[in-house]
């Protein structure tokens, strides 16, 4: 039986105080998870969150990390610094890192490798935009994405690896992708992985990631190919997150 997963990306949001007090409504609310509960402060309060998260539920990982081991890399974060800050993991590929900062496949392909050789749980984000959705490229997109990264390494360490599918037109913006569209995709990608690893991918988790909120998450957790979600907004806010999280 594959893990389930609920995961809280908070961006760049919540300075220390409003991200401490975040992290203990969400415990405090002394709810029994019914998954496992992931949450991504920014980095500069990493190192307080995994304290606070120390011997309970819940996980804390890490938005993006460099591709580098360390050097003169001016504001970069290795994974030496947040293994040292008890990160339990790292999401990588991000649609924003695609978009916004250039992260291209190469650089991604970089960051995978090193994480698996360090033994760090990675999030690796695909999706298509909407351009390519329209064009009925989807698919294509995805196995272009996983190509060119993950299907590149040959020794990656499955055991640590969640695929979290983001359709790029569905983050933030407030367009929804149906549970069809997201079942067939999650399928799509199922299918790929299992070209590619075997029967081993069976037990790979796929989550998805796009505007995930309490009033569509149920809809979208019993896809038969979803086991979670990658949420964003609706994960800054301690009652909403809990909702999605009990709607698994």
Same mark, same amino acid.
């Not at 790292?90 to 991604?108: A, F, Q, T």
């Not at 075997?198 to 190919?225: A, H, Q, R, T």
């Given at each position: 039986?594959? !893990?389930?997963?609920?995961?809280?990306?908070?961006?760049?949001?919540?300075?220390?105080?409003?991200?401490?007090?975040?992290?203990?409504?969400?415990?405090? &609310?002394?709810?029994?998870?019914?998954?496992?509960?992931? @949450?991504?402060?920014?980095?500069?309060?990493?190192?307080?969150?995994?304290?606070?998260?120390? &011997? #309970?539920?819940?996980?804390?990982?890490?938005?993006?990390?460099?591709?580098?081991d360390e050097g003169a890399y001016t504001g970069e974060v290795?994974?030496?610094?947040?293994?040292?800050?008890?990160?339990?993991?790292?999401?990588?590929?991000?649609?924003? !890192?695609?978009? @916004?900062?250039?992260?291209?496949?190469?650089?991604?392909?970089?960051?995978?490798?090193?994480?698996?050789?360090?033994?760090l749980e990675v999030f690796f984000c695909i999706g298509e #935009?909407?351009?390519?959705?329209?064009?009925?490229?989807?698919?294509?997109?995805?196995?272009?994405?996983?190509?060119? #990264?993950?299907?590149?390494? #040959?020794?990656?360490?499955?055991?640590?690896?969640?695929?979290?599918?983001?359709?790029?037109?569905?983050?933030?913006t407030g367009k929804n992708a149906s549970s069809e569209q997201?079942?067939?995709?999650?399928?799509?990608?199922?299918?790929?992985?299992?070209?590619?690893?075997?029967?081993?991918?069976?037990? @790979?988790? @796929?989550?998805?990631?796009?505007?995930?909120?309490?009033?569509?998450?149920?809809?979208?957790? &019993?896809?038969?190919?979803?086991?979670?979600?990658?949420?964003?907004?609706?994960?800054?806010?301690?009652?909403?997150?809990?909702?999605?999280?009990?709607?698994?």
């Open positions: 039986m594959r !893990r389930k997963i609920v995961a809280g990306n908070w961006k760049m949001n919540k300075d220390k105080n409003a991200s401490i007090g975040l992290v203990q409504e969400i415990l405090q &609310s002394n709810k029994l998870f019914g998954c496992e509960v992931y @949450i991504s402060p920014a980095f500069p309060f990493l190192n307080e969150i995994s304290n606070i998260c120390e &011997s #309970t539920p819940i996980k804390v990982i890490a938005q993006n990390v460099s591709e580098k290795s994974l030496d610094m947040l293994k040292s800050v008890g990160v339990d993991g790292v999401i990588i590929g991000h649609s924003e !890192r695609r978009k @916004i900062y250039g992260e291209n496949d190469e650089v991604l392909r970089m960051k995978l490798d090193n994480c698996s050789k360090n033994d #935009t909407l351009e390519m959705r329209e064009k009925g490229k989807q698919n294509e997109v995805i196995e272009n994405q996983l190509n060119s #990264t993950l299907f590149d390494l #040959t020794d990656f360490k499955l055991d640590n690896l969640v695929i979290a599918y983001e359709p790029v037109w569905a983050i933030g997201v079942q067939e995709i999650h399928q799509h990608i199922r299918a790929l992985l299992n070209l590619r690893y075997g029967k081993i991918s069976e037990s @790979i988790p @796929i989550v998805y990631g796009g505007s995930l909120k309490p009033n569509n998450s149920k809809d979208i957790f &019993s896809c038969p190919d979803v086991d979670g979600g990658l949420v964003g907004g609706a994960s800054l806010n301690s009652q909403a997150f809990l909702d999605i999280i009990s709607s698994i």
